[in-house]
């Protein structure tokens, strides 16, 4: 059985498996591989708003992001943020994008405390918790993002649990069940995913201490909308490819983004 042992702290962005660095950074996707529905969930936040994007990756979600709202917040490990790499269409790191294209993004790296320090009315994660091979730590990451959230903004969490890589990775002899994903060693180093379903995405946010607004798939993500607070006896129930969350006591008229006028619309 693969073991591992902790990089950095806190929170943890790189990994070993008997000797082999998980490098997360492999998993960002390129600016043109943007998911159509949640470039539409970012067109209807605030335009006053401000905004965490956690993980933010090749920017593929932060340049929607900062033409869409006021300030945003990219954060992503050192290695992610000082390498030079193709970030729409051009090759360059992070911060050179930023400070050329972005005026109104600041990039962070996830060990420091500038961003933890801001409140913040939205937050996005997409596609990171999948890298993180513990789930303790995935469960202090959301903490962490409730901590950070305003009493009435929102965390809009994604991850992707249906692929064909998957697939041929179960007949891949350099791919590894371990845990809840998939340990794989490939060209560019060694990574993880795990398979993180909606249910057990939900199962994530409340350990954290979230309440559950929304939890549903689309195609092959599982998406959940949480805000800071549990509510009293949620569950989770299943219809076909969806997942509605019910509660007790339920308010008559359930809002989102519930304190603004141009609310997010789900």
């Not at 790189?14 to 949640?38: C, V």
């Not at 005026?103 to 933890?116: M, Q, T």
């Not at 994903?181 to 201490?209: E, M, N, T």
């Amino acid at each position: 059985m693969l073991k591992d042992t902790r990089i950095s702290r806190p929170p943890c962005v790189r990994y070993k498996f008997k000797g082999f660095e998980l490098r997360t950074e492999n998993a960002a996707k390129p600016y043109r591989q943007a998911s159509k529905w949640l470039i539409d969930q970012i067109s209807q936040i605030p335009p006053n708003a401000v905004v965490l994007d956690y993980g933010c990756g090749k920017f593929r979600y932060t340049i929607p992001l900062s033409r869409r709202t006021k300030h945003v917040c990219a954060v992503d490990s050192s290695f992610q943020i000082d390498r030079e790499q193709q970030i729409a269409h051009n090759r360059t790191t992070l911060r050179n994008y930023a400070r050329k294209y972005l005026k109104n993004v600041a990039v962070y790296e996830i060990c420091s405390g500038a961003w933890r320090r801001r409140k913040y009315d939205f937050i996005l994660c997409a596609n990171v918790l999948s890298v993180i091979p513990h789930r303790s730590e995935r469960i202090k990451v959301l903490r962490e993002l409730g901590r950070v959230l305003k009493p009435d903004g929102q965390i809009l969490a994604s991850t992707q649990f249906r692929n064909t890589h998957f697939k041929h990775w179960q007949n891949n002899p350099n791919a590894t069940w371990v845990r809840d994903g998939w340990f794989v060693q490939g060209l560019r180093g060694a990574s993880f995913y795990a398979i993180i379903s909606p249910k057990k995405l939900g199962q994530l946010c409340r350990s954290a201490g979230l309440s559950l607004v929304r939890l549903e798939s689309r195609g092959e993500a599982a998406v959940a909308f949480a805000m800071r607070g549990v509510r009293p006896l949620a569950v989770v129930r299943p219809r076909a490819s969806e997942y509605e969350v019910a509660s007790r006591p339920r308010p008559s008229r359930p809002v989102p983004y519930r304190t603004r006028a141009d609310s997010l619309s789900l």
